[in-house]
């Protein structure tokens, strides 16, 4: 099964995505990692973030033919991105959006994380590109104090089949 995270920056998707993979005992891909590795100096341009989206496909296809099941972490920004993603995923794919409210957003870009440099501009800019989902899929709150209960929530959603493909 292929995972999707997906929200914007700020929303707790890394922190969120990072535990769920483990409980589940899936491989776990940053967007933010994998940017981090492949540009010195990250501007989080168009062209930036397309090299990281194909980069990140061509992980899970790779992961995908070994049958490992995969949690990918990354805004998805964009309608295209999502359908790359769509149309080469040959497993299932399950799709979670995790949201905050912006004060909480705020707060956390604020803090240094370890392979992120979005900052509230950044998360605005993307904020702006947003592109709504379409496809049925899970949509979680994040807070700064209810992990256990969106785990579980999505552990629930994951096992009860609703996912799409």
Known sequence: MVILVIGLPGSGKSYFGSR????LNAEYLNSDRLRKEMFS???YSDSERQKVYSALLNKVQELQSKGKGVVVDATFYSNKIKQAFFQSTKERLAIIEIWADENVIKERLKKARPFSEADFNIYQIIKQQWEPLEQPHLKLKSTNMNIDDMLQ???NYL????ATN
């Open 153 to 155: 929530k999505a552990l």
């Open 159 to 162: 096992k009860n089949d609703k």
């Open 20 to 23: 769920l993979a483990k409980k």
């Open 41 to 43: 100096k990250r501007t």
